[in-house]
């Protein structure tokens, strides 16, 4: 069984900055090139090991033409999402949800555990499914970001998860609350925050990402969290990875749910 929660909870799983960057719309004569850069991942999870989908078999959901240092990642049991083109993925999945993980190198488990641990460059997003085990964090998370704290304290007396406390695990974060789905957080260089509550790691290098409620007829409520860590010398890369998964997260292309 995978348990893919670094909380203490007994569960199973678990910025957008404008860009001077063209927006291009590409022409039909162009689609073939666009649709080369889905990467299709492997996953591992409670129900066994699933394959890589065939790369050709998904289309990248952006209105735009990607630039070249970009491509579109995806594995089942996980939303898709944007990253440095030539890097490796993976997906880790149980009841809660799915964590896609694309990192320059390939990532196993690690210290025994079902999980790795990361302290270098970065792209993470996490589905966290209400349907099961994911539903402590959907409503810990919702109420940390979008309700008040005297809410959130009845919320953790009417459950009796009196351990958790977010306002002092992630009180080093930068949070900015862009109206009441969507939450943007910096997590600073070599501290531990909420961008380090899932696989990654404190480093050198800051944390960056949005956290998003949604709802949909087929998981009903859900958060979906996209982690970027990248070196200082490519912040402009940064910027539009950031742009381009907080896009298609909010419209529904195929960042936000499996």
Aim: hydrophobic share 35%.
């Amino acid at each position: 069984m995978y348990v893919l929660a670094r909380r203490t909870l007994p569960l199973i799983l678990v910025c957008a900055v404008a860009t001077a960057w063209p927006r291009v719309v590409p022409t039909r004569s162009e689609a073939t090139q666009h649709q080369r850069v889905s990467i299709g991942c492997p996953a591992d999870g409670q129900a066994g090991p699933v394959e890589a989908p065939e790369a050709n078999a998904r289309s990248v959901p952006a209105a735009e033409r990607l630039p070249e240092t970009v491509a579109y990642y995806k594995g089942e049991q996980a939303p898709g999402a944007f990253a440095p083109r030539g890097w490796q993925c993976h997906v880790w999945y149980g009841s809660g949800g799915g964590i896609l993980l694309v990192t320059p190198d390939a990532q196993k488990p690690v210290n025994g555990t079902a999980w790795p641990a990361v302290s270098g460059e970065a792209v993470e997003l996490t589905f966290h499914d209400s349907g099961a085990s994911g539903r402590y964090q959907v409503q810990e998370y919702s109420l940390f970001f979008f309700h008040t704290r005297q809410e959130f304290r009845r919320w953790v007396e009417g459950t009796g998860f009196n351990f958790l406390n977010p306002y002092e695990d992630f009180k080093n974060d930068s949070i900015k609350i862009r109206g009441r789905t969507v939450a943007e957080f910096i997590t600073p260089p070599s501290t531990t925050g909420f961008g380090t509550a899932q696989f990654l790691r404190p480093s050198t290098d800051t944390i960056e990402g949005t956290a998003v409620f949604g709802n949909s007829k087929a998981y009903g409520e859900y958060l979906v969290v996209l982690r970027i860590r990248l070196s200082q010398t490519k912040s402009q890369l940064k910027t539009e990875l950031l742009r381009l998964n907080r896009t298609c997260i909010l419209e529904s292309r195929g960042c936000s749910t499996p």
